[in-house]
């Protein structure tokens, strides 16, 4: 069945270091690939996504790059915030298209 | 501007007894979901609902139940809690189950502990 790997955490960075979390996915077809970010205390949050290889999601200085050969969706941003400390879920849909399958997860923790 | 709500936000059980989750969102969306959220392992689908009406078993359902009482309403039950249970559960919804082209929005989540 499908499934997503992400690199374990946490994650600690100093404000304004680079930041990649690695995730690589199994799945058949041409998933569509997702982020979600969850802060303290809140629910899961669409961070961007790609539903095509070689397509680039990008939203508030996050981008994420759509590699098939390398069946991979890292996460980066050039400069973290503290605010950027959360947890962050690599996650497929898959060509069927009704269930979201997620990455267990990495906390990410980004001090001043 | 609510969104998807859930209650209670925090539950412990007793081994045996039973509870009722419950989740209403307010964005008239068709389609419905309850995860859970284990250490480690991501999110695991347990019970999804495209339209009211209808409802269908994910990839974790044994122990779990489910009502979409309406359109806005999909409540998870638990007839008789296990230790296994122990888990923060999300629900979720979204316009349609065709994920690649809406998003979905979650709750806050309901920490419960079993014991």
């Known amino acids: 069945g499908d499934s997503v790997t992400q690199m374990e955490g946490p994650v600690t960075l100093s404000e304004e270091a680079f930041l990649t979390i690695n995730c690589t996915y199994t799945?058949?077809?041409?998933?569509?690939l997702f982020w979600y970010v969850q802060y303290p205390g809140e629910g899961l949050q669409l961070l961007l996504k790609?539903?095509?290889?070689?397509d680039k999601g990008s939203n508030k200085g996050f981008e994420a790059t759509y590699r098939k050969e390398t069946t991979s969706f890292h996460l980066e941003k050039g400069s973290v915030q503290v605010s950027d400390s959360a947890v962050y879920f690599c996650?497929?849909?898959?060509?069927?298209?009704?269930?979201?399958?997620f990455g267990g997860g990495t906390r990410l923790m980004v001090k001043p | 501007n609510a969104g998807v709500t859930q209650t209670p936000k925090f539950q412990v059980l007793k081994t045996g007894q039973s509870m009722t989750l419950q989740c209403a969102q307010d964005?008239?969306?068709?389609?419905m979901y309850w995860y859970r959220q284990d250490p480690g392992m991501g999110l695991r689908l347990i019970y999804y609902?495209?339209?009211?009406?209808?409802?269908d078993k994910g990839e974790v359902p044994n122990g779990y139940n489910v009502s979409r009482l309406n359109k806005r309403e999909f409540s998870l039950r638990l007839e008789s809690a296990a230790p296994s249970q122990t888990s923060v559960y999300f629900c979720?919804?979204?316009?349609?189950?065709?994920?690649?082209?809406?998003?979905?929005?979650f709750g806050q989540g309901t920490r419960l502990t079993v014991v």
């Open positions: 979720a919804s979204s316009e349609s189950l065709r994920l690649r082209n809406t998003e979905a929005f």
């Open positions: 799945a058949t077809g041409y998933p569509s």
């Open positions: 790609a539903t095509k290889a070689d």
């Open positions: 996650a497929l849909m898959d060509n069927a298209g009704n269930m979201l399958t």
């Open positions: 964005m008239n969306h068709n389609s």
């Open positions: 609902s495209a339209s009211e009406g209808t409802t």
